[in-house]
């Protein structure tokens, strides 16, 4: 099992631009999530999905879409990249294991936005 | 709650003492607590979870003790090694998936 991948690892871009994040899991998880972490802090949920077909909002949504048509893909959509978006951005997904939470979490993508 | 920052708190610990990093939380209805390590460049990595109806849980060379009268978690590191070096994220989670909450993080320094 390769775990949760991401792509690119380092992006940079110029104000104004889209693209998008790949996130890719191959444990037959049923949630993903989308997080950001910034230089000396904790992570913060973007986005997240419990199924295919399913999204929702997390703390930070503004800037980001998502969507989810496959149990196995999670991108996530720069719509127009600012500068306050320059972060680490990081996929994780989850099963439904009984009695546990356990998130795994891909390499992270490094986006610079000037 | 834990401050908002550039400057991580640091724990330093010599090699095969014991660690013990703490982390206050802000919501009591908060039905899962979650400890991670994060090393450098990488994604974090989940180390053990306690529900909130359990004061203690024990993993491998680790324990997770929860205090909820005055909200306070800790991670008790056992003998701890230079690949311990990291930093230590607390979650909380309330009610459906999507409430998962980072705290800022501690840094922990293993001098060997």
């Known amino acids: 099992n390769a775990g949760v991948t991401q792509t690119p690892k380092f992006q940079v871009l110029k104000t104004g631009q889209s693209m998008t994040l790949q996130c890719a899991q191959d444990m037959n998880h049923e949630y993903m999530s989308w997080y950001r972490q910034d230089p000396g802090m904790g992570l913060r949920l973007i986005h997240y999905s419990v199924g295919a077909g399913i999204t929702d909002q997390g703390e930070v949504p503004n800037g980001y879409n998502v969507s989810r048509s496959t149990t196995e893909d999670f991108p996530l959509r720069l719509l127009s990249a600012a500068p306050s978006q320059t972060s680490v951005y990081f996929c994780a997904s989850s099963g439904t294991a009984r009695g546990s939470y356990e998130q795994y979490f891909g390499p992270g993508t490094r986006l610079t936005v000037t | 709650g834990e401050s908002v920052g550039l400057h991580l708190p640091t724990l330093s610990v010599q090699e095969g003492d014991n660690s013990i990093i703490n982390c206050a939380y802000s919501?009591?209805?908060?039905?899962?607590f979650i400890w991670y390590k994060q090393e450098s460049g990488k994604g974090p990595q989940f180390i053990i979870d306690i529900r909130s109806n359990m004061d203690k849980r024990q993993g491998q060379r680790v324990t997770v003790l929860l205090n909820k009268t005055v909200k306070h978690l800790s991670l008790q590191i056992a003998a701890t090694q230079p690949g311990d070096s990291a930093v230590y994220f607390c979650a909380e989670k309330k009610g459906g998936y999507q409430k998962v909450t980072f705290g800022t993080g501690t840094k922990l320094q293993v001098i060997p």
């Open positions: 919501n009591s209805a908060s039905d899962y």
